[in-house]
């Protein structure tokens, strides 16, 4: 299973963690959360400009920075944005949009630069939700079973 949370959440003033929570609660193990947002670390004058526009309608633009961004995965399991790269830190697995798995023949990727100054300032990232540990302790056996072990007798 995936959730998408793709050029939506930058539209939602406040707390968006607890709209993303209770997603990443209900996930299975395995399942990819994708989430790109507008983020303010990136941003340039032609963001500000976007960001003005914006204002301007009944949906303005929330830039948030890296951290914000990345702390709406919580503990999942970051997918490196270039197949084959080493597992990266938190944070480092948050990209340019245009930069999470450009296809080979976008130059742009070659080149290592987002498409337009715009889109450097919207983060993509792709998390998956880690297997459940397990910190069940073994239950006692029953006083009975203990002792015809013990006896060799059932
Ligand atoms: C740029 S579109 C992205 C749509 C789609 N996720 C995609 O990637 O093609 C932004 C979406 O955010 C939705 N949106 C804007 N404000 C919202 C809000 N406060 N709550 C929920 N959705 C909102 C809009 O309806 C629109 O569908």
Known sequence: MAVLFVSVLHFIPGDVNAIVEPFRAAMSPGSALVLSHATSGTATSQTEEVQRLYQRTP??????DLAEVQ???G???MVAP????APRPAGAALVPV???RP??????????LPASPFLASFLAGVGIKR????TEQPRPEPAGQQASRRTGRR
């Open 103 to 112: 296809d080979p023949e976008d130059h742009l990727a070659v080149e290592g």
């Open 71 to 73: 702390a709406l995965f």
């Open 82 to 85: 270039q197949p084959g790269a």
């Open 59 to 64: 949906t303005p633009l929330q830039l948030r």
């Open 75 to 77: 503990d999942f399991a």
């Open 98 to 100: 245009s930069h999470w």
């Open 131 to 134: 297997a459940a540990v397990m």
